[in-house]
């Protein structure tokens, strides 16, 4: 990791060169260069080496689009193959081998009983078009406009104006207060009868889309229970049922798509990153009877990338024939249980959670539950029931550059910029899963010493 003595300084003067001309001449858009000052030029699976010769352990892996890591030989053999034959590299909408390849590939790993009747639509390359391109299937083939989503889902691109937002189950910050079953089925609940209720409000919907596992929204698996109860009450009132599995697809959760962890088959899914296979491709897969658009409904130039279905080709075959998904999730439960145990040293642990290799560490601000204690109403206090601590962002930052310190790369997320992400490859080692830990929890370590007695930062009057 460290800088050898010799070359440091022009080394690190092109970092720091690079860099600074990155502040001057780039968009305030951005977003992950401004908590991860590196400038990449080297990447093989899970490490990225800086232009100044330091060395990471990348838990962000391009935002989850990387299941097998950085440059996987299988994935750099399927380019070179596309580049060697000559073919095009770019042909909007048009059959090509390639295309056919990744098209049977991407068949063969569908859930059963949707496989067989499925349509697939190339879109533009990024998951926010190929949502966008959903939401105009479900819209054509219903007649109708509203779309049902959740507290906390990000689909990309900017709010759609004709959603109505139901509430994600979730056990910490439940939004019913009660958590675990019963929340589920208040959740639930509350869905049915704004659906049901002829005043409620809400016109029926052209659609639902839900993420089977929320990835912005702070790592939060939807539960199967709910996930199967979603799918119910869309089937019985005929409004389809659309899973954004960009961010899960492709093994990430422990099963190839998350939406097998339940069983449910929805009507539509959405797929980009991991698809392909590091460069940009997403697709839907839908019910052949929803196909009822016109030619150029949802149109885009770019939706023949033949190096991007050849990568993405090449990677959903290795993780379907190695089972990636099942490595997934046996190294994600044991990654999950060792986090549980750090927070029995770190009060400012205050959940973690995931599912698969998609995991979340909520960190919160322990004074604060301590106050939150003494507030709570005597009733809730013979109940035994305590809220959860309030959600710290400053400490999370913190733990973020601690671990670029030691260098790991991870990612923040979550309602309030407090849950530390790992998205790692799928082909993540038990010894680089240890490393990644290890530098994790040193991380915390301190970040805690840094800002102890912050207790004014967590919870400002
Ligand atoms: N859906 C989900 C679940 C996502 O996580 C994201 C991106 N984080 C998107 C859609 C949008 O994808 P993109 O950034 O490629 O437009």
């Not at 029931?385 to 923040?412: F, H, N, T, Y």
Request: one cysteine or more; aromatic letters at 4%.
């Amino acid at each position: 990791m460290a800088v050898t003595e010799t070359a440091p300084s022009a080394a690190t003067t092109a970092h720091e060169g690079i860099l600074r001309r990155q502040s001057m001449r780039e968009s305030a858009a951005r977003t992950y260069a401004r908590s991860l000052p590196i400038v990449p030029v080297r990447a093989r699976g899970l490490t990225i080496e800086g232009a100044d010769g330091r060395r990471y352990l990348d838990c962000l892996s391009g935002a989850g689009t990387l299941a097998l890591g950085h440059n996987h030989p299988v994935v750099l053999e399927a380019i070179r193959k596309v580049i060697d034959s000559g073919a095009p590299l770019h042909v909007p909408d048009l059959a090509t081998p390639v295309k056919d390849a990744f098209t049977t590939e991407l068949f063969e790993t569908l859930p059963r009983g949707f496989a067989d009747q499925a349509r697939v639509q190339f879109c533009g390359p990024t998951g926010t078009d190929a949502v966008e391109a959903a939401l105009t299937l479900v819209r054509t083939a219903t007649g109708r406009s509203g779309i049902l989503t959740f507290t906390g889902a990000d689909h990309g691109g900017a709010p759609d104006a004709r959603v109505t937002r139901l509430p994600y189950p979730q056990d910490y910050r439940c939004p019913f207060g009660v958590g675990g079953a019963r929340g589920l089925e208040l959740a639930g609940n509350w869905t049915e009868s704004l659906l049901d209720d002829p005043r409620s409000g809400v016109a029926p919907p052209a659609g639902m889309i839900l993420e089977p596992v929320q990835g912005e929204g702070g790592v939060i698996p939807g539960p199967d229970s709910w996930m199967r109860r979603m799918r119910k009450i869309t089937a019985d009132r005929s409004i389809p049922l659309i899973a954004d599995e960009v961010q899960t697809g492709v093994g990430r959760t422990g099963a190839f798509w998350a939406v097998e962890h339940s069983g449910i088959v929805p009507d539509v899914m959405v797929m980009s990153k991991a698809i392909g296979g590091s460069l940009p491709l997403a697709v839907i897969v839908y019910r052949s009877d929803l196909d009822c658009g016109e030619p150029g409904a949802h149109g885009g130039t770019f939706r023949g990338n033949q190096l991007a279905m050849a990568a993405g080709a090449a990677t959903l075959a290795h993780v379907r024939e190695n089972r990636l998904a099942e490595r997934a999730a046996d190294l994600g439960a044991r990654m999950i249980g060792r986090l549980r145990g750090l927070a029995a040293d770190h009060p400012a642990i205050g959940d973690v959670r995931g599912r698969g290799l998609m995991i979340g560490v909520e960190l919160v601000c322990p004074e604060a539950a301590e106050a939150a204690e003494t507030a709570i109403a005597a009733d809730d206090r013979e109940t035994g029931a305590v809220g959860p601590s309030a959600a710290d962002p400053v400490l999370a930052a913190a733990v973020q550059r601690e671990c670029l310190a030691r260098g790991l790369i991870v990612e923040l997320g979550g309602r309030h910029a407090s849950v530390v992400r790992l998205l790692p490859p799928l082909t993540l080692t038990d010894e680089q899963a240890e490393a990644v830990l290890d530098r994790l929890a040193d991380a915390l370590s301190a970040a805690e010493r840094a800002i102890h007695g912050r207790h004014e930062t967590c919870h400002p009057h």
